[in-house]
Nanobody
Framework: QVQLVESGGGLVQAGGSLRLSCAAS????????MGWFRQAPGKEREFAAA????????YYADSVKGRFTISRDNAENTVSLQMNSLKPEDTAVYYC?????????????????WGQGTQVTVSS
C-alpha cells in the first residue's frame, strides 16, 4: 500500500513557475514508476509526465515538454514536478500517481495509487 500526498499548487500568473511535490508513504517507493496527471474542468484526465524507478528515464506530454521537469528522490520518497513558463491552459488539478507495472507510462489506468490532487491555476 502506498499513500501519496501532493503539495505546492496555487495561483500564478502566466509565465510564472510552480513546483509540485508528492510525498509517498512506504518503504518500496523505489519500486514504483511515478507519474503526474492533470484534469482541467470539463476535460478528461491527461498525462503530463512520468519517471522510471531509477530516475534516469523521464517522459513528457508534448504540451509540457521543455517547460516541465519531473524528478524523484528515492531516499526521501518524493517525486516533484517543476513547472516553468506556465500558461493559462495548464490550469488543472494535478495528481501524483504510482504504478508497479512496466509498459506505456502515459496510460492512467495502469497506475494503482493516486493522490488527492492539488489545484494549479494560471491567470492570463
Amino acid at each position: 500500500q502506498v499513500q501519496l500526498v501532493e503539495s505546492g499548487g496555487g495561483l500564478v500568473q502566466a509565465g510564472g513557475s510552480l513546483r509540485l511535490s508528492c510525498a509517498a508513504s512506504g518503504r518500496t517507493f523505489r519500486n514504483y514508476i511515478m507519474g503526474w496527471f492533470r484534469q482541467a474542468p470539463g476535460k478528461e484526465r491527461e498525462f503530463a509526465a512520468a519517471i522510471l524507478r531509477s530516475g534516469v528515464s523521464t517522459y513528457y506530454a508534448d504540451s509540457v515538454k521543455g517547460r516541465f521537469t519531473i524528478s524523484r528522490d528515492n531516499a526521501e520518497n518524493t517525486v516533484s514536478l517543476q513547472m516553468n513558463s506556465l500558461k493559462p491552459e495548464d490550469t488543472a488539478v494535478y495528481y501524483c500517481a504510482a504504478r508497479s507495472s512496466s509498459g506505456a507510462v502515459t496510460e492512467g489506468y495502469e497506475y494503482i495509487y493516486w493522490g488527492q490532487g492539488t489545484q494549479v491555476t494560471v491567470s492570463s
